[in-house]
């Protein structure tokens, strides 16, 4: 059985960072890639960001590149994703889900844990 558990996240102000990780179970990370969205009222779901570990590739939304990082801990069965320079339009609930094409693919997910709350105050 697959499961994932967020955590990570916070109320926070502009300009500040947070790092989620992404706990995975019952599979390990070299099987599929992984994903990170984000959902807020309103403004509906975002990928925010993709890992596969067998190559290392990454993919980020535009929104988040240069401020944000995905990386991924292969022993602890972990992906994280580094937030940095936050902004209130990053505010929103964040979760993870396996890709199940086996690639970085720009496919809608629906979450498997529940997610972690991610508040930016301007």
């Known amino acids: 059985q697959f499961e994932f558990v967020e955590s990570g996240g916070g109320l926070v102000q502009a300009g500040d960072s947070l790092n989620l990780s992404c706990a995975a179970s019952g599979f390990t990370l070299d099987r599929y890639p992984i994903a990170w969205f984000r959902r807020a009222p309103g403004k509906g779901r975002l990928r925010v960001s993709c890992?596969?570990?067998?190559?290392?590739?990454?993919t980020y939304a535009d929104s988040v590149k240069g401020r944000f990082t995905i990386s991924a801990d292969s022993v602890k069965n972990i992906v994280y994703l580094q937030m940095n320079s936050l902004k209130p339009e990053d505010t929103g609930l964040y979760y993870c889900?396996?890709?199940?094409?086996?690639?970085?693919?720009?496919?809608?997910?629906?979450?498997w844990g529940q997610g972690t709350q991610v508040t930016v105050s301007s």
């Open positions: 889900a396996l890709d199940p094409n086996g690639i970085c693919s720009n496919i809608d997910l629906d979450p």
């Open positions: 890992i596969r570990t067998t190559d290392g590739s990454t």
